[in-house]
């Protein structure tokens, strides 16, 4: 009796938190395959990964950042175990476009020149037409000094 | 029949529970301030990790400082052996993020024997908050193999550290990675005052001045956690370090950025600039000193 009250609820749990178990192995993953093909050795990890679980492509994921002026960075924006699947846009303090890479048929990395120091943002997205439901969207940031 | 579903119902309560605790955690996190929207139109931003601030790593300031000519002063950082004195996963966490930073210092510098003592400092606070995995025996191997390849040391030494970042996302120890992090940061802004103190240098006073914004960012990251112990006691310091970042100037010029398609690069061509008193640089530097060392304490 009490078996089949419950039974409903325990395993919708159990389906919950294997989801959740799955979605971070897969973000994991993710990571690991995008700092092996885009972050090339010379740059340097900056100690963090940052990633979003992005429910559509409509979603945006956003972030602040600075850029210390005479680095060069690079970006690796990663969803998916193939290249192109994320849209990521490089905002200054005052909004204004730096770079998209949505413009470069969706590069999966690209490097940033900095002359001074400058606070930064960066939106990214799912690309609409390589993905038709959810994913995590991986992003890395490697430096090194000009 | 009822002993035999008791497993079962126990099971469901177990996991109810880690999920509601969850929830309130989510909960929690999202009581942090809100990101300023870059379009109106977007209606659903999202929060990276539910925190969506970056600190910049603390290798960027110690190879400032290394390039503006300063030698290596052992004197600065937090000594080796002070890891058995840290008895809180509070602590621990702190002092990981600060001997972290102070490891990237000595590798840059070539100190072999420096490094090794830290790196031991670095996997026993490891292994205490769960992280082992992260600086393991192979770890140590490899490091004292390249010894003398400070860029090989630094990669290895910052990989870990983004290997433990993402460890402690997926296990829902947003809150350590925090420390970590904030801890990285703390030392890296001490080294940067105790170096002009000894020789006062612009790039380095302007790096120092240039932490306005991240002195805010870690303020925001950890107002998710600041019900926690200890946290609102660091978050009331970090708010009174940054009333004094409060009044230095940071003036930005954008000038519209150059793109090279061919080799993936752009080049953000804006300048900036910033205006900083010596009363305000001493007052910084007094009061990083003061947080750090009761950290390290």
Known sequence: MIMKKFAPSFIALCFGVSIAFSSSAQCDSIANTCAKRNMDPSFISDGQQYRALLVNSDETAEFHTTFYGGSIYRIAACSGMTDGNLVF????SQHN??????????APYWDFKVKSTVDCIIDAQLNPTTNSGSGCAVILIGFKQQ | MKLQTLPLVAGGIIITALLWSGCNNAKQNSQSPPAP????????LIRLNNQIFSIPSPIQTALLIKKSGYSYNKDILNSATNYSRYDTK???ALNLGIYGADLGYISLYDQTQDAISYLASVEKLASDIGISDMFNETLLKR?????????????????AFRKSDAYFKDNRQGDVSALVLVGGWIESLYFATKANSQNNQKEVVRRIAEQKI??????????????????????????????????????????PPTTDEKNKTTNVNSTS??????????????????IRNQITG
Do not use: C, R, W
């Open chain 1, 89 to 92: 846009t490089v905002f200054d």
């Open chain 2, 143 to 159: 490091f004292q193999a390249n010894m003398g390849n400070h860029d090989s040391l630094l990669s290895m030494v910052s990989d």
């Open chain 2, 90 to 92: 509070y602590k621990k």
């Open chain 2, 214 to 255: 991240s002195v805010q960012n870690l303020i925001k990251m950890l107002s998710g956690y600041e019900g926690k112990p200890d946290y609102s006691d660091l978050i009331k310091k970090l708010t009174d370090l940054s009333n004094v970042f409060d009044n230095v100037e940071f003036v930005y010029n954008y000038v």
């Open chain 2, 273 to 290: 600039d910033v205006k900083i008193t010596p009363e305000q640089l001493k007052d910084i530097s007094d009061k990083i000193a003061a």
């Open chain 1, 97 to 106: 476009v730096l770079f998209s890479n949505s413009s470069y048929q969706n």
């Open chain 2, 37 to 44: 929207k870059l379009d109106s139109n977007n209606s659903a």
